[in-house]
Nanobody, 122 residues
Framework: QVQLVESGGGLVQAGGSRRLPCTAS????????RGWFRQAPGTEREFVAV????????TYADSVKGRFTISRDNAKNTVYLQMDSLKPEDTAVYYC???????????????WGQGTQVTVSS
């Protein structure tokens, strides 16, 4: 009954920007941390960013620090990933997730969306 749905994926030029929303339904996740992970073909799923329940604390992977911004709107039950200065290496399926802790591992989270494909061309 609980669903997380990512959107906003697609093809973007290197150096461009893209914003990914992830909207939850079925219940409120205002008391949970929310994170973003990504997975490229042939690689393991890797941490991207996480945001605290109130949005006051954020953590980023070194690979995206300074380029990506995570934010949340609890009234809309939505978390966002703003991606700027995109590189071909950012090409991956991006997943949003919900958890109890500000973890950096995929198993720190217990609810996941289906993912959205982001392709960055040169």
């Amino acid at each position: 009954q609980v669903q997380l749905v990512e959107s906003g994926g697609g093809l973007v030029q290197a150096g461009g920007s893209r914003r990914l929303p992830c909207t939850a339904s079925g219940r409120s996740f205002s008391s949970y941390v929310r994170g973003w992970f990504r997975q490229a073909p042939g690689t393991e799923r890797e941490f991207v960013a996480v945001i605290s329940t109130s949005g006051g604390v954020t953590t980023y992977a070194d690979s995206v620090k300074g380029r990506f911004t995570i934010s949340r709107d609890n009234a809309k039950n939505t978390v966002y990933l703003q991606m700027d200065s995109l590189k071909p290496e950012d090409t991956a399926v991006y997943y949003c997730a919900v958890g109890r802790r500000m973890g950096l591992r995929f198993d720190d989270y217990d609810n996941w969306g289906q993912g959205t494909q982001v392709t960055v061309s040169s």
